[in-house]
């Protein structure tokens, strides 16, 4: 286990300024043609590809560092550049760890590799979980997924939806429901191979902000994959739900708690990304107020701007401890007594959307147009407080972890 520390080692240093390298050098000047053109940036994540990037070698080296500060210093850094064109770079990982949590080392082994592509030849992954009546409320999820044991095959039906890559994926990651008396502990995650009959793109999202990534619905109609394509397993699927059915017996709310804890330990990454973006709406507006003159003086002379700038500046640096502390506890598998997990995420998702609004305050008439980045920044950044759970939901399974009490 590492003591919980602040300061990055010479080699994490290293990592960060060869990342923020390529961010300041390939992303952020990339940032306003894709976010108006509303594509997956193909040729940005090729060049991320090439220089070690867009691999899951990176991610698993940046996860396993025991220190915890590997992946919250690298998302800082990818959403500092930019943060629609960071999250096509990151968001293959999202399904990744869907099959790194659940899967067998068969199942990592040959669905991963296909989920990344190669430098030449790259793909992406999608992650699919979220469904048009089921968003916070996972539990009432309706993607069905049945067992046809005579071909030992399973047959999914559905539609998701806002799903990052949907339907562009080489390889998507869907749950779906096989036990619907269980609520979240009856769902199942499954491999659709690329090509599958049946799985297709429905709508694609028109977005606020993070327009880089490509966000839409994915219909699956009678989509039939191979046994090997569950999860896990069959075997510890069927000893999970009867262990499920055993727990839900004894109280039904204590199973729901339990789903809500497991998404603890990822959170943290959002909050960094949140911290990446809104780093970059600050130095923007820090540097502008240094330079724009109004009556005769730059307008940091002024109490009312420099105090903006001094608030928004502790708050970044709140957001990222809290994202560390937790990113560490995660690491090291201390336990998330009082859901320091969501307290990152909570804190970070809100302060990136009141900095990015105080950057284009600062800037003014400049500040609302696409002339200057904060504009985008702040359109960017609402995503935060909805994503991976919303501030609320945060703010519930906070108050939840610390009373003990099954607040609604
Ligand atoms: C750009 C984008 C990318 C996404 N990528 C993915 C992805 O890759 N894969 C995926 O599966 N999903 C993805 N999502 C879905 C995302 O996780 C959901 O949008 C999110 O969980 C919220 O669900 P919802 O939109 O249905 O909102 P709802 O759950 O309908 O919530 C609406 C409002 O009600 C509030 N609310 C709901 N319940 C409560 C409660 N109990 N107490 C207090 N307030 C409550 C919410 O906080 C929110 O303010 C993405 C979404 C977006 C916008």
């Not at 793909?123 to 539990?139: I, L, Q, R, Y």
Request: proline residues 4%; hydrophobic residues 40%; negative net charge.
């Amino acid at each position: 286990m590492a003591e919980f520390t602040m300061e990055l080692n010479d080699e994490q240093k290293e990592v960060r300024d060869w990342l923020h390298g390529f961010a300041a050098d390939v992303i952020r000047p990339a940032a306003a043609e894709w976010d108006e053109r509303e594509e997956t940036p193909w040729p940005v994540i090729q060049e991320a590809a090439k220089v070690g990037i867009y691999s899951l070698d990176f991610y698993a080296q940046q996860y396993f560092d025991a220190t915890g500060l590997g992946i919250p210093m690298a998302m800082e850094e990818l959403f500092w550049g930019d943060a629609g064109i960071a999250l096509s770079i990151v968001g293959t990982g999202l399904a990744a760890v869907g099959v790194l949590a659940n899967g067998t080392e068969e199942q990592i082994g040959t669905w991963i590799p296909q989920m990344y592509g190669d430098a030449n030849d790259v793909k992406v992954a999608a992650f699919c979980s979220s469904e048009p009546d089921a968003g916070s409320d996972v539990a009432s999820m309706r993607t069905r997924a049945v067992y046809d044991e005579a071909k030992d095959e399973w047959v999914i039906n559905g539609t998701k939806t806002w799903a990052t890559n949907g339907g562009i994926a080489n390889v998507h990651v869907v749950v779906a429901v096989v036990d619907p008396d269980l609520g979240s502990k009856g769902h199942a995650s499954f491999i659709i191979p690329p090509g599958t009959p049946g799985c297709s793109q429905g709508q694609k999202f028109k977005k606020h902000g993070i327009r880089a990534s490509h966000t839409a619905e994915v219909i699956l109609d009678n989509v039939r994959v191979p046994g090997s394509c569950l999860l896990g397993g069959k075997e510890k699927l069927d000893e999970r739900l009867a262990r499920a059915r055993e727990k839900a017996k004894k109280g039904g709310e204590r199973v729901k708690n339990a789903a809500m804890a497991t998404f603890e330990a990822s959170r943290p990454a959002v909050g960094a990304m949140a911290v990446g973006t809104a780093r970059a709406a600050y130095e923007v507006a820090l540097e502008y107020a240094t330079t724009r003159e109004q009556f005769g003086r730059p307008i940091i002379d002024n109490q009312g701007v420099a105090f903006q700038l001094a608030d928004m500046r502790t708050q970044i640096d709140a957001a990222r401890l809290l994202v560390w502390r937790a990113s560490w506890m995660a690491v090291n598998g201390k336990p998330f007594t009082a859901a320091e997990g969501s307290m990152s995420k909570l804190f970070a998702s809100e302060t990136a959307k009141k900095v990015t609004a105080q950057a284009i305050q600062i800037l003014g008439g400049n500040g609302y147009t696409r002339e200057y980045p904060v504009e985008r920044m702040h359109r960017d950044a609402a995503i935060y407080t909805i994503f991976e759970g919303t501030s609320e939901i945060q703010r519930l399974v906070i108050a939840r972890t610390l009373s003990g009490m099954p607040i609604r």
